[in-house]
């Protein structure tokens, strides 16, 4: 049974699933910018933070547009609207951004509204 | 998309036959003279391979030489014994049980659970065994008769087996007109030799059969003394004559009126054609010395060899012989496909076996049991290479825990009814259940290295997966069932609309979103790189699309992980949400299927799993 187990653990830390892999990739490629972590980031606090831009949301609301993404540094996630708009200039996917504000919570995340943001180069660049 | 379904269904109909509607099922009613073959072939049949099989155990196994031929008939009379006490006992069970009482119905009512579980698994395994013995049994004879077929020996029982199975899914029903003239010309065929073998032994003196080959005379020559074990192991081998006895028992509704009476007097018949020509033929065996070893290097069988011998070489008797036990050995084999499937539905009925066992097909029959039984003793015939002797030694053991279940819940039957002459009826039955059960334990243990381990192994096994499968039923049950006054809780509904490109298909698919007014909807797209996602904006816009788009890149070019992940985000946004998940999918003709659609039926196959998931395709067909 210990052998098991024991095997089980081996494989467990051999074959990561890609989720912890990207996340891995991500802490890596922002270690040396030292900005707040997402995962450790409050609501209501002044911050700056970064990511890649894992998602994006085009919403046709009402005849008001919004665009919302969702950024990710390998820590955790944050939500960033940028309301009245359908694109920004820069902000695509696999992207990586810096965005500093004050996060609130909505339901279980956390929405920068608006915030000031600055581009990070890409990799390709 | 139509005319495919047809065409398959035109196949099958080739192979299986027009379907049959299930008010015109009719159960033919059996007289007396057409029951015996139906019921008997099965027991009957086992003279054509028991006397070879007790001499194997003395000449090859335990060399006792020519001492082996004086215990044949000892044996035999030991086998007729057993069979006496047997049927008397199954007599009992005809009366007590006119609907139809096989072991597991008999030991569900009177012993309980576990007996009878024990029963069914034992008398399902036997089946099983039947087909494989006997199917090899019949190609023993065949290649007894042409002997340079003996390379072809799995394969030919590979496809006698096959040929079963196909007619029996056709619906061969216990038809009288087909069962008859083999089972006849066998027990004619086989009188016929006893009775002119004893004949020419007794009045012409006719010698043994001369052996010449030195391996013959190897196995002649063996001096060892006859051991208990060995004489107990030869007895093992001669028992198995009785499997097939229990037919008429489980099969009482299919005779005339009135059935109980009937049924009982083709018992005794059968038991006295089967123990008459049993001990015939060990009488004869006795005299005339026929060989046979382990290995199967003698290719011809003692039958065929007596038969030789008697009528004087190979002639036209000696090969209408050899036909008449094919015959009976391949509807021996047949018996079993019209006991296995119903038996299985019975216990699937019970809740003990997977439902598709009650499934009935095209033509009425049990499918899925046919096929099933047909599977199983192909794989049994491949494993053991047709040798009707490796197969012998798994045989016996389910035959006698079946007989000794039955028997004792004859016996508690009895004594609880206490009915006039229970103490008697209790007797019988109770001595029956004892002689069997010391039988079986005799079968376990003088043969388990052989071979026997396998169904003291196997029928625990299935006795342990009919109580897991009874388990999920019942739980399954008991969580679907509603409690009064229940009501079904109000869910917020969320509808997620697949998008890889913009497409008609995609634009009926968010038309189809859009009419089921959800709380939420969203289109979501997995996109490759950015410049995907603006021509997917560009499209959306275009169209006049006014629903939400997410899009997702996927780093690592996969798209179901993706998906999954962001329909779990938005599942935990509500905590009571019902997600609808739309996937546009083509539908094109059976052959260019397989180009489209394969990463939806990944998505499909993940999301079935998923609680409170409810996964719709919109298809949009192009003809």
């Given at each position: 049974?210990?052998?098991?187990?024991?095997?089980k653990d081996?494989?467990?830390?051999?074959?990561?699933?890609?989720?912890?892999?990207?996340?891995e990739?991500?802490?890596d490629?922002?270690?040396?910018?030292?900005?707040?972590?997402?995962?450790?980031?409050?609501?209501r606090?002044?911050?700056?933070?970064?990511?890649?831009?894992?998602?994006?949301?085009?919403?046709?609301?009402s005849?008001?547009p919004?665009?919302?993404?969702?950024?990710?540094?390998?820590?955790?996630?944050?939500?960033?609207?940028?309301?009245g708009?359908?694109?920004?200039?820069?902000?695509?996917?696999?992207?990586?951004?810096i965005?500093?504000?004050?996060?609130?919570?909505d339901?279980?995340?956390?929405?920068?509204?608006?915030?000031?943001?600055?581009?990070?180069p890409?990799?390709?660049d | 998309?139509?005319?495919n379904?047809?065409?398959?269904?035109?196949?099958?109909?080739?192979?299986?036959?027009?379907?049959?509607?299930?008010?015109?099922?009719s159960?033919?009613?059996?007289?007396?003279?057409?029951?015996?073959?139906?019921f008997a072939?099965?027991?009957?049949?086992?003279t054509?391979y028991?006397?070879?099989?007790?001499?194997?155990?003395?000449?090859?196994?335990?060399?006792?030489?020519t001492?082996?031929?004086?215990?044949?008939?000892?044996?035999?009379?030991?086998?007729i014994?057993?069979?006496?006490?047997?049927?008397?006992?199954?007599?009992?069970?005809?009366?007590?049980?006119?609907?139809?009482?096989?072991?597991?119905v008999?030991?569900r009512?009177?012993l309980?659970?576990?007996?009878?579980l024990?029963?069914?698994?034992?008398?399902?395994?036997?089946?099983?065994l039947?087909?494989?013995?006997?199917?090899?049994?019949?190609?023993a004879?065949?290649?007894?008769?042409?002997s340079?077929?003996?390379?072809?020996?799995?394969?030919?029982?590979?496809?006698?087996?096959?040929?079963?199975?196909?007619?029996n899914?056709r619906?061969?029903?216990?038809?009288?007109?087909?069962?008859?003239?083999?089972?006849?010309?066998?027990?004619?065929?086989?009188?016929?030799?006893?009775?002119?073998?004893?004949?020419?032994?007794?009045?012409?003196?006719?010698?043994?059969i001369?052996?010449?080959?030195?391996?013959?005379?190897?196995?002649?020559?063996?001096?060892?003394?006859?051991?208990?074990?060995?004489?107990?192991?030869?007895?093992?081998?001669?028992?198995?004559?009785?499997?097939?006895v229990?037919?008429?028992?489980?099969?009482?509704?299919?005779?005339?009126?009135?059935?109980?009476?009937?049924?009982?007097?083709?018992?005794?018949?059968?038991?006295?054609?089967l123990?008459?020509?049993?001990?015939?033929?060990?009488?004869?065996?006795?005299?005339?010395?026929p060989?046979?070893?382990?290995?199967?290097?003698?290719?011809?069988?003692?039958?065929?060899?007596?038969?030789?011998?008697?009528?004087?070489g190979r002639?036209?008797?000696?090969f209408?012989?050899?036909?008449?036990?094919?015959?009976?050995?391949?509807?021996?084999a047949?018996?079993a496909?019209?006991?296995?499937p119903?038996l299985?539905?019975?216990?699937?009925?019970?809740?003990?076996?997977?439902?598709?066992?009650?499934?009935?097909?095209?033509?009425?029959?049990?499918?899925?049991?046919?096929?099933?039984?047909?599977?199983?003793?192909?794989?049994?015939?491949?494993?053991?290479?047709?040798q009707v002797?490796?197969?012998?030694?798994?045989?016996?053991?389910?035959?006698?825990t079946?007989?000794?279940?039955?028997q004792?819940?004859?016996?508690v039957?009895?004594?609880?009814?206490?009915?006039?002459g229970?103490?008697?009826?209790?007797?019988?039955?109770g001595?029956g259940?004892?002689?069997?059960a010391?039988?079986?334990?005799?079968?376990?243990?003088?043969k388990?290295?052989?071979?026997?381990?396998?169904?003291?192994a196997?029928?625990?096994?299935l006795?342990?997966?009919?109580?897991?499968?009874n388990?999920?039923?019942t739980?399954?049950?008991?969580?679907?069932?509603?409690?009064?006054?229940?009501?079904?809780?109000?869910?917020?509904h969320?509808?997620?609309v697949?998008?890889?490109?913009?497409?008609?298909?995609v634009?009926?698919?968010v038309r189809?979103?859009?009419?089921?007014?959800?709380?939420?909807?969203?289109?979501?797209?997995?996109?490759?790189?950015?410049?995907?996602?603006?021509?997917?904006q560009?499209?959306?816009?275009?169209?006049?699309?006014?629903i939400?788009?997410?899009?997702?890149?996927?780093?690592?070019?996969?798209?179901?992980?993706p998906?999954?992940?962001?329909?779990?985000?938005?599942?935990?946004?509500?905590?009571d949400?019902?997600?609808?998940?739309?996937?546009?999918?083509?539908?094109?003709?059976?052959?260019?299927?397989?180009?489209?659609?394969?990463s939806?039926?990944?998505?499909?196959?993940?999301?079935?799993?998923r609680?409170?998931?409810?996964?719709?395709?919109?298809?949009?067909v192009?003809?």
């Amino acid at each position: 049974m210990k052998l098991v187990m024991g095997l089980k653990d081996a494989f467990n830390s051999k074959v990561k699933p890609v989720r912890e892999l990207d996340a891995e990739r991500l802490v890596d490629r922002f270690a040396e910018l030292r900005l707040q972590p997402l995962g450790e980031l409050e609501a209501r606090d002044r911050t700056k933070v970064c990511g890649e831009v894992k998602r994006m949301t085009i919403k046709p609301r009402s005849g008001i547009p919004s665009m919302e993404i969702v950024i990710n540094d390998g820590t955790g996630e944050a939500t960033v609207i940028f309301s009245g708009r359908r694109h920004v200039a820069g902000i695509e996917h696999g992207h990586c951004i810096i965005v500093e504000g004050v996060a609130f919570a909505d339901t279980n995340r956390l929405v920068f509204l608006n915030p000031k943001y600055s581009l990070l180069p890409t990799g390709k660049d | 998309m139509a005319t495919n379904t047809q065409n398959s269904s035109r196949l099958k109909r080739f192979f299986i036959g027009a379907p049959i509607a299930t008010s015109e099922d009719s159960h033919q009613r059996l007289s007396k003279k057409v029951a015996l073959p139906v019921f008997a072939s099965d027991a009957i049949s086992s003279t054509a391979y028991a006397t070879q099989e007790i001499l194997i155990v003395f000449l090859s196994l335990a060399a006792v030489g020519t001492a082996a031929y004086s215990r044949l008939v000892p044996i035999s009379l030991m086998v007729i014994g057993l069979l006496v006490i047997v049927v008397f006992s199954y007599r009992q069970t005809i009366f007590a049980y006119p609907t139809g009482g096989g072991s597991y119905v008999v030991s569900r009512e009177n012993l309980g659970k576990y007996p009878s579980l024990v029963a069914g698994g034992s008398m399902l395994t036997d089946y099983i065994l039947t087909v494989a013995v006997s199917v090899s049994g019949g190609v023993a004879a065949i290649i007894s008769a042409f002997s340079h077929l003996a390379p072809y020996r799995v394969h030919m029982a590979v496809g006698f087996v096959l040929l079963i199975t196909l007619a029996n899914l056709r619906g061969l029903k216990e038809s009288g007109s087909l069962f008859a003239p083999p089972t006849y010309l066998y027990i004619i065929c086989l009188f016929g030799l006893i009775i002119y073998g004893l004949f020419r032994v007794f009045v012409q003196d006719l010698g043994p059969i001369p052996h010449t080959e030195p391996f013959e005379n190897e196995l002649l020559s063996g001096t060892n003394s006859v051991t208990l074990f060995f004489f107990l192991k030869a007895f093992s081998s001669g028992a198995v004559a009785l499997t097939g006895v229990e037919a008429v028992a489980d099969g009482v509704p299919a005779f005339k009126k009135s059935e109980s009476k009937n049924a009982s007097r083709v018992l005794i018949w059968m038991a006295a054609i089967l123990g008459s020509s049993f001990f015939g033929l060990s009488v004869l065996a006795q005299h005339i010395k026929p060989l046979a070893d382990e290995e199967g290097e003698i290719s011809q069988t003692v039958l065929a060899q007596m038969a030789e011998h008697v009528y004087g070489g190979r002639n036209i008797f000696f090969f209408i012989t050899q036909f008449a036990t094919f015959g009976i050995l391949i509807l021996a084999a047949n018996t079993a496909y019209a006991d296995f499937p119903r038996l299985s539905s019975i216990i699937a009925k019970d809740n003990y076996m997977p439902r598709q066992f009650m499934n009935r097909g095209d033509r009425l029959v049990f499918s899925n049991g046919v096929i099933f039984l047909g599977l199983a003793a192909i794989s049994l015939i491949v494993v053991f290479s047709g040798q009707v002797t490796l197969l012998i030694p798994l045989y016996a053991v389910g035959v006698f825990t079946g007989f000794t279940l039955s028997q004792t819940g004859m016996a508690v039957r009895n004594y609880k009814l206490k009915d006039s002459g229970w103490i008697f009826k209790t007797i019988v039955s109770g001595f029956g259940a004892t002689t069997t059960a010391f039988v079986a334990g005799i079968v376990v243990v003088v043969k388990f290295t052989d071979g026997a381990w396998i169904p003291a192994a196997v029928i625990p096994t299935l006795v342990l997966s009919f109580n897991a499968v009874n388990r999920h039923y019942t739980r399954v049950r008991s969580y679907l069932q509603p409690t009064d006054g229940y009501v079904a809780p109000f869910r917020t509904h969320t509808v997620v609309v697949l998008v890889g490109s913009v497409n008609q298909g995609v634009l009926k698919a968010v038309r189809y979103a859009e009419s089921l007014r959800p709380d939420r909807l969203l289109a979501l797209s997995v996109i490759e790189n950015s410049d995907d996602r603006q021509r997917l904006q560009e499209q959306w816009d275009k169209f006049g699309l006014s629903i939400e788009l997410d899009t997702i890149v996927s780093e690592y070019r996969d798209l179901t992980e993706p998906i999954l992940n962001r329909i779990n985000q938005i599942d935990d946004l509500d905590s009571d949400d019902l997600i609808t998940v739309i996937i546009p999918e083509f539908v094109t003709s059976i052959r260019s299927q397989w180009l489209h659609n394969q990463s939806a039926l990944a998505i499909k196959a993940r999301l079935l799993f998923r609680p409170n998931t409810v996964v719709t395709s919109v298809p949009i067909v192009i003809p």
